[in-house]
């Protein structure tokens, strides 16, 4: 028993955390809800070559095999930098092909390399950024998949960074077997779980720094009681969901991914509207930065497994 | 990162597990709160000791099982989920025993852990005073030099179970020209049954005897009834409280069992329609999960060498929230029942409601979060 990130473990954040500071993610995310894919594009890239998408490819297919706390701490990084993307549903299609020997052959390979960008979604539901990827696989009594171009109409997410179509079966019934579906909506589940977590814990930085430096009666309004406990709570919330993630990405057991998920989501969710009320007005402009968090808290809450949806998967047992 | 247990822990947990099996009443002894309780609880400390399982973290010389801290988890895990009774030594093996073992001396050690260990001797703590609540270092019971030790004078409370325990222990002020109230505060044990003392039991929520105040005039404590450092009590006893706060008070067993109870009669019970109650067994189960999985944390941290500082207030706010949750939800799975005092959660929900006051109240920990975890200024409390 050692549940403690390894060393290799807290390098490889580190890495990550550095290469998207330097990436300007921001100015990546504005282009990206207007439809420029270009700088988002080449961050995909980047992240391909750390080696990110290669931890949901087996190794036969030029990955690394399913290395879940790595792509815990890896999707946790995505959502710190508020990177724009499909990228839990690229990963979850790797897992997904997966059970397919000639579908591994043809995507995963280029999945892994970044060369391939993906989606995927439950039937009925939205694909994310269905206008940016080359392949769209749509999850229902079986699996279909379609090819570029035949995206559809946009659909505006509150996050403007997500970018929604349709998700309408398409074709004929891919042959990819009910356990790697599954495995493909369970890991969906985790990596949404590791990416919430990721944009409360920058919410809960940026919302820190503010109150040290924005003064009222003469104070820094960080001194003041009612605020400081409710960052506490903040704060709280976020730890005690880090270690299900963790443990969620040891066992990937069905429930302990929907315990993550809930709880991440949930304390994700709690750090927006803690970010939101300390900052005040100013939080409820666009222009801040800060919003850019701020919208990806709520649909993350819900994407792949609603609280609601969770807690049930948790009483199944 | 991994969570898999040796094949000596697997060993040990099967061995706490049997013995427990074998051990444990049938039936719930009564309330720890009451004379008779208390004296059935103390019964089952000796018979935890007989065998070394009252204290499985102490030294064997003291009557332990020299068990480190992933150990003493399981054992904890596995008391629970045996429904073993509560701890009526809990405060002196979790708050007096850590600072014997910090800063006590080798003869003061050996003179007051074996008879804890057995139950012989149990120890009431006596932090509190009616003008020092939060605002600890304000206290104003006083410690006087005289011969061969200490006289001491004032008023503790809130001292729990001290009505019907044997000894005490807290800080006192020694030296009252002190700089400052942090100094000049001296830990000191002494007898309940000593001459000058005078225990007035306080009737909780529920009426229970749970509590109680002490009126202290000119009570003598002998020199070896100094813990440390004349003048160090401060800095000492929040070494015990951190412990308090922290993984000793309430381990993840306590609440990994209560949820599995909870989830059980959920099931037993369960209305389809009623979501809203579903929900919450749920986060009932999840709370205790994160929890344990959070201690672990601060387990594998302790285990490579590192200290677990402020970060036991968030372990406090946790617990003491989560418990009155789980608490709540099990009164209304209950229906009309859940409003009876003697039903099976009651004695449960009266105390879970104490938790966010006692060891430091949460709005103190919160304060401690924010500052030394967020790095937030200093304000007015």
């Known amino acids: ?317 | 990162m991994d969570l898999d247990f040796s094949a000596e822990q697997d060993a040990f947990r099967a061995e706490a597990r049997a013995w427990l099996a074998a051990n444990v009443p049938a039936e719930p002894l009564p309330s720890l709160e009451t004379e008779e309780g208390f004296a059935a609880h103390r019964a089952w400390e000796a018979r935890l000791a007989a065998d070394r399982w009252s204290v499985v973290s102490w030294p064997e010389e003291f009557g332990g099982r020299g068990a480190d801290i992933f150990q003493w988890l399981i054992f904890e895990e596995e008391y629970f989920a045996a429904g073993a009774p509560g701890r009526v030594s809990q405060n002196g093996i979790n708050l007096l025993a850590p600072t014997l073992f910090d800063h006590a001396t080798q003869e003061q050690r050996a003179r007051v852990l074996p008879s804890m260990a057995t139950g012989e001797v149990i120890w009431a703590q006596a932090w509190s005073e009616p003008e020092s609540g939060s605002d600890l270092a304000s206290l104003r019971s006083t410690a006087v030099r005289t011969e061969g030790g200490w006289s001491l004078s004032g008023q503790k409370t809130w001292s729990s179970r001290a009505a019907f325990a044997d000894k005490a222990f807290g800080i006192f002020r020694t030296d009252p020209d002190a700089g400052r109230p942090h100094r000049g505060l001296t830990y000191l044990m002494f007898d309940l049954r000593a001459p000058g003392v005078t225990v007035r039991p306080i009737g909780r929520l529920d009426g229970k005897p749970a509590f109680a105040e002490l009126f202290l005039d000119e009570v003598f404590v002998p020199d070896e009834g100094v813990i440390g450092e004349v003048g160090q009590g401060w800095r000492i006893a929040m070494s015990t409280t951190g412990n308090e706060r922290g993984l000793m008070l309430r381990s993840p067993g306590r609440f990994l069992a209560a949820a599995d109870r909870l989830a059980a009669d959920w099931r037993a019970h369960r209305d389809p329609a009623e979501t809203a109650v579903r929900d919450r067994v749920a986060d009932a189960l999840i709370g205790a999960r994160a929890y344990q999985l959070f201690t672990w944390t601060n387990a594998s941290r302790f285990a490579a060498g590192e200290t677990i500082g402020a970060e036991s207030s968030l372990n406090k706010v946790f617990w003491s929230e989560y418990d009155i949750a789980l608490h709540e939800t099990a009164l209304e799975l209950l229906g009309p029942e859940g409003e009876l005092a003697d039903g099976e959660w009651a004695e449960g929900y009266v105390f879970s409601l104490a938790g966010p006051i006692y060891a430091g109240t949460n709005e103190i920990q919160r304060d401690i979060i924010a500052e030394r975890l967020l790095g937030l200024p200093k304000g007015r409390r």
């Open chain 1, 1 to 317: 028993m050692r549940f403690l990130l390894t060393r290799e473990q807290a390098d490889f954040a580190r890495s990550l955390d550095a290469m998207l500071t330097a990436a300007d993610t921001p100015a990546v995310v504005r282009a990206w809800e207007n439809g420029d894919h270009g700088p988002g594009l080449t961050v995909w890239r980047r992240v391909a070559e750390a080696g990110v998408f290669a931890l949901a490819v087996p190794e036969t297919y030029d990955g690394m095999g399913l290395l879940p706390v790595e792509l815990v701490l890896a999707f946790r990084e995505l959502g710190r930098h508020g990177v724009p993307g499909p990228y839990v549903e690229t990963a979850a299609a790797a897992v997904l092909l997966a059970g397919s020997p000639d579908l591994a052959k043809e995507w995963l390979p280029r999945i892994a390399a970044g060369e391939a960008v993906v989606t995927l979604a439950e039937e009925g539901g939205y694909a994310l950024d269905a206008d940016a990827a080359e392949g769209v696989f749509v999850l229902g009594d079986r699996v279909t998949g379609a090819s570029a171009g035949s995206a559809g109409e946009l659909r505006v997410s509150a996050d403007t960074a997500r970018r929604l179509y349709a998700a309408e079966r398409a074709g004929d019934a891919l042959p990819v077997s009910p356990e790697s579906l599954t495995a493909a909506r369970e890991l969906a589940m985790l990596l949404t779980a590791a990416q919430a977590l990721g944009v409360g814990d920058t919410l809960l930085a940026q919302t820190v720094a503010y109150v040290k430096q924005r003064t009222q009666f003469g104070t820094p309004i960080g001194a003041f009681q009612a605020v400081k406990h409710r960052l506490a709570d903040t704060l709280v919330g976020l730890e005690f969901a880090r270690p299900l993630l963790y443990g969620a990405a040891l066992s990937m057991s069905g429930p302990d991914i929907a315990a993550a998920k809930v709880t991440a989501g949930e304390a994700s969710y709690a750090a927006a509207r803690t970010a939101l009320q300390l900052h005040g007005a100013i939080g409820y402009t666009q222009e801040l930065d800060l919003s850019l968090w701020l919208r990806k808290a709520r649909p993350l809450r819900d994407a792949w497994g609603t609280p609601g949806v969770c807690r049930a998967r948790v009483l199944e047992g």
